[in-house]
T-cell receptor, first 116, second 112 residues
Framework: NAGVMQNPRHLVRRRGQEARLRCSPMKGHSHVYWYRQLPEEGLKFMVYLQKENIIDESGMPKERFSAEFPKEGPSILRIQQVVRGDSAAYFC??????????????FGPGTRLTVL | KNEVEQSPQNLTAQEGEFITINCSYSVGISALHWLQQHPGGGIVSLFMLSSGKKKHGRLIATINIQEKHSSLHITASHPRDSAVYICAVRSWEETSGSRLTFGEGTQLTVNP
C-alpha cells in the first residue's frame, strides 16, 4: 500500500515562472493538506482540500497561490510568477476522513522548490 | 507567543542516554502528533495522541490534557535517532479543526 506520493521531489524555477506541485494521497484517503516549510523555519499550514472542494485555505498567500483536488487525479498546488521567497519544502499530507480525534495525517516526502 | 512551544531547541546526547523532548500548547486540542524529520528527508509520523501514553519500540509519548503538555521519550538512544522531532496539534475549533499547528522542532544529535 503506497504512501503519500509527491512529485517532483525537487523543482527549480526562475523568477516569474510557474511551479506545479503534485500530491497523490494514500489509497482510500479523500482529504489532503498542504504545508510549507521555509528555510530554517517550522512547518506552516497552507490549505485543506477534499475531492473537488477547498475546505480551509486560511494559510494560503492571497496572491499567486492556488490549490485543487479534482475528482480524478492528484492534488495540485500551483504557484504563479514565483519569487525567491517561495523557495521552500512543500509537504502534502492525507487522511482518511476529517472528524474525530483519531484521524491521523500521513505525510509525503515533500517537494523542494528552489527559485533562482 | 507560539501556540505550540517545544523544548529544548537543540539537544546533544551520548549513545545510550535517555532523552526527553517537551511540548506545551495553549489551545484546546483534539489530538497531538509527534513527527520525525531527517535532514533533507521527509516527515514520519511517530505518534498521534489524545490522552494517556503510547509506546513504540524505544519511543514513548505521553500527554497531559489538563496541563496542555506532552513529552516524547527515547530510551537507549542511538546515533540513528538523530533527527528533528516536531510536535503538532490539531485544535477543537470547527473551522480549523483539521489543520495541524507545529512547534519549531527539536534538533537531536546522538553521538556514538
Amino acid at each position: 500500500n503506497a504512501g503519500v506520493m509527491q512529485n517532483p521531489r525537487h523543482l527549480v524555477r526562475r523568477r516569474g515562472q510557474e511551479a506545479r506541485l503534485r500530491c497523490s494521497p494514500m489509497k482510500g484517503h479523500s482529504h489532503v493538506y498542504w504545508y510549507r516549510q521555509l528555510p530554517e523555519e517550522g512547518l506552516k499550514f497552507m490549505v485543506y482540500l477534499q475531492k473537488e472542494n477547498i475546505i480551509d485555505e486560511s494559510g494560503m498567500p492571497k496572491e499567486r497561490f492556488s490549490a485543487e483536488f479534482p475528482k480524478e487525479g492528484p492534488s495540485i498546488l500551483r504557484i504563479q510568477q514565483v519569487v525567491r521567497g517561495d523557495s521552500a519544502a512543500y509537504f502534502c499530507a492525507s487522511s482518511h476522513w476529517r472528524g474525530g480525534p483519531y484521524n491521523e495525517q500521513f505525510f509525503g516526502p515533500g517537494t523542494r522548490l528552489t527559485v533562482l | 507567543k507560539n501556540e505550540v512551544e517545544q523544548s529544548p531547541q537543540n539537544l546533544t546526547a551520548q549513545e545510550g542516554e535517555f532523552i526527553t523532548i517537551n511540548c506545551s500548547y495553549s489551545v484546546g486540542i483534539s489530538a497531538l502528533h509527534w513527527l520525525q524529520q531527517h535532514p533533507g528527508g521527509g516527515i514520519v509520523s511517530l505518534f498521534m495522541l489524545s490522552s494517556g501514553k503510547k509506546k513504540h519500540g524505544r519511543l514513548i509519548a505521553t500527554i497531559n490534557i489538563q496541563e496542555k503538555h506532552s513529552s516524547l521519550h527515547i530510551t537507549a538512544s542511538h546515533p540513528r535517532d538523530s533527527a528533528v522531532y516536531i510536535c503538532a496539534v490539531r485544535s477543537w475549533e470547527e473551522t480549523s479543526g483539521s489543520r495541524l499547528t507545529f512547534g519549531e522542532g527539536t534538533q537531536l544529535t546522538v553521538n556514538p
